[in-house]
């Protein structure tokens, strides 16, 4: 989990602790760059491919780690 | 008058600057080191290198290290190793770099592969990992790429080079726009013929005749180190805060005509 907490960290270009719990739209890093890069970690470290509408439904970074994490 | 105030000044800011053991770059380090910059060199040439300590003010407070820009895993390190000693990165100046000069109808892939690598791949990643967060300080700062008038404007037997240069003009603009949101300014630098100890030796330096037209082509004569240096002064400062994405012609005219 830490791992995935780091990348995100990275990803979104975001210098304070991020939790699992946080609603990532609401960071001030949040943006379309930094959307562009969550899908990118996603696609490169998990390889798991979204569509916008079904991101869209997502709130948490829990949520983000859960699908990433998911079989 | 007061003399304080200096909008040019870099004090305590930690400039990162490439090719620092000889020429345009010796001479940045140098002048960021009299604005009150701290400095973070980088060379293949750690000779060189440990010239220009010699020559920087306060060379205490500076860190340098001689490594090859191409080992990007190695770059990683330094830089990281780098911002634990000196602090968060506020400038960088991507200085290093290597001319030709050829034609087009000789020209091996090999050789664009060199010239891509060593001219824009260098740059390109060395900018990277200088701006990860945790390296780049968060209240931004400035990114400097060496273009030339080369990059800009056509000349026979420099389209190698010039095309590398090119890139990296035009990286300067995309990274504007993606670093913006960092407040991480991002320019390039465009310098016409310098005078510098390696290349008063080539031919178009030292025959006169072929020197008297160079010098016809730029306005105001030749230029020299110090005035490219001063020139990114200027863009690492904030007296260029709201400047970004502009490629700084510093060429005594040449590209006017």
Sequence with gaps: MNEFLNLFKEAIEREDEVRLEDEFRKYDEW????????IALMDDKYNKQMEEAEFNTLQTVGDIYEICTKN | ???????????????????????????????????????????????????TMKLVDSPEYHFYSCLNLLDYDKVSQVIKEAVNQVGKINGLLNCAGISTTNLFKIT????????????????????????????????GGSVVFFSSVAGNLGEIGKSTYGMTK?????????????????????NSISPGAICTPINMN?????????????????????????????????????ASRWVTGTNLFVDGGYSVK
């Design chain 2, 108 to 139: 091996k892939p090999e050789e664009l592969d060199k010239f891509f690598h060593v001219n824009v791949y260098t740059a390109y990643f060395l900018t990277q990992e200088c701006c990860r967060v945790g390296n780049w300080a968060k209240e």
């Design chain 1, 31 to 38: 943006d379309s760059m930094a959307y562009l890069s969550v």
């Design chain 2, 202 to 238: 080539l031919p178009h330096m030292k025959d006169p005749e072929k020197r008297a037209v160079l010098e016809a082509q730029h306005l105001l004569g030749l230029g020299e180190i110090s005035d490219v240096a001063n020139a990114c002064i200027f863009l690492l400062s904030d």
């Design chain 2, 166 to 186: 090119a890139a990296l003009l035009n990286l300067s603009k995309h990274l504007a726009c993606e670093l913006a949101r960092r407040k991480i300014r991002v």
């Design chain 2, 1 to 51: 008058m007061d003399t304080l105030f200096n909008p040019f000044s870099l004090k305590d800011k930690v400039v990162v600057i490439s090719g620092a053991a000889s020429g345009i770059a010796r001479q940045c380090a140098i002048s960021c080191s009299k604005m009150g910059a701290r400095l973070i060199l980088l060379d293949l040439n750690g000779v060189g290198l440990a010239e």
